[in-house]
């Protein structure tokens, strides 16, 4: 059974950094790409990042929405099966409940890897406030 857990979520003032992580098991780490989804109350889920996997780990490739680059960087540890988000310079408007999500490498369109009808397997989300 494929389970995403996603943790460290949590309350920082503007400005600060928080580090998510996304727990991955039931599937073989290395042939899946994991995206971080965010939807704050009211808004459509829209995608943050993207870590694609590929045989070789210096080639993974990475992806961000606009609003993100720069601030948050997203890694892997396919040791501990774990993806992570750090997010720095946080800002009052990144506030929102932060998703993983996972779908296959083989099957993940680059161009489009912040759809969320790509991914077919997903967390139960952690929430992210960020005061000003």
């Known amino acids: 059974e494929v389970q995403l857990v996603e943790s460290g979520g949590g309350l920082v003032q503007a400005g600060g950094s928080l580090r998510i992580s996304c727990a991955a098991s039931g599937f073989t780490f290395d042939d899946y790409a994991i995206g971080w989804f965010r939807q704050a109350p009211g808004q459509e889920r829209e995608g943050v990042s993207c870590?694609?996997?590929?045989?070789?780990?210096?080639?993974?490739?990475?992806y961000y929405a606009d609003s993100v680059k720069g601030r948050f960087t997203i890694s892997s540890d396919n040791a501990k099966n774990t993806v992570y988000l750090q997010m720095n310079s946080l800002k009052p408007e990144d506030t929102a409940v932060y998703y993983c999500?996972?779908?296959?490498?083989?099957?993940?369109?680059?161009?489009?890897?912040?759809?969320?009808?790509?991914?077919?397997?997903w967390g139960q989300g952690t929430q992210v406030t960020v005061s000003s």
């Open positions: 999500a996972a779908t296959s490498r083989y099957r993940l369109a680059t161009s489009t890897w912040f759809q969320q009808d790509q991914y077919n397997n």
């Open positions: 870590i694609k996997s590929s045989d070789s780990s210096t080639d993974d490739r990475r």
